[in-house]
């Protein structure tokens, strides 16, 4: 059973930083692909940023720069620092896990509240 546990959401003001986590159950988390997604109010999710199992990463153009995804394989989890946080990075934030190239594995989700 695999099960996603996001923490570190919260309210900050435009500029501010925060560090999202999730913790992941599960044998083969070192062998799978990460993300990070995001659902802004009205608005479709989308995906953020991902780490493979080789550390390597990629993010969405708009975050790039200011978010850094990580890996922590000795304590199965994944780490999203976002800086310079924009009000348009309000949403709830969920972590994702990939297997075989499919995310189908996700958290609760964590919100992500920035004020101008």
């Known amino acids: 059973q695999v099960q996603l546990v996001e923490s570190g959401g919260g309210l900050v003001q435009a500029g501010a930083s925060l560090r999202l986590s999730c913790a992941a159950s599960?044998?083969?988390?070192?062998?799978?692909?990460m993300g990070w997604f995001r659902r802004a109010p009205g608005k479709q999710r989308e995906w953020v940023a991902e780490?493979?199992?080789?550390?390597?990463?990629n993010y969405l153009y708009s975050v790039k720069g200011r978010f850094t995804i990580s890996r922590d394989n000795a304590k199965n989890t994944v780490h999203l620092q976002m800086s310079s946080l924009k009000p348009e990075d309000t949403a709830v934030y969920y972590c994702?896990?990939?297997?075989?190239?499919?995310?189908?594995?996700w958290g609760q989700g964590t919100q992500v509240t920035v004020s101008s």
């Open positions: 780490v493979t199992s080789d550390g390597s990463t």
């Open positions: 599960g044998r083969t988390f070192s062998t799978s692909t």
């Open positions: 994702a896990r990939a297997v075989r190239g499919t995310y189908n594995y």
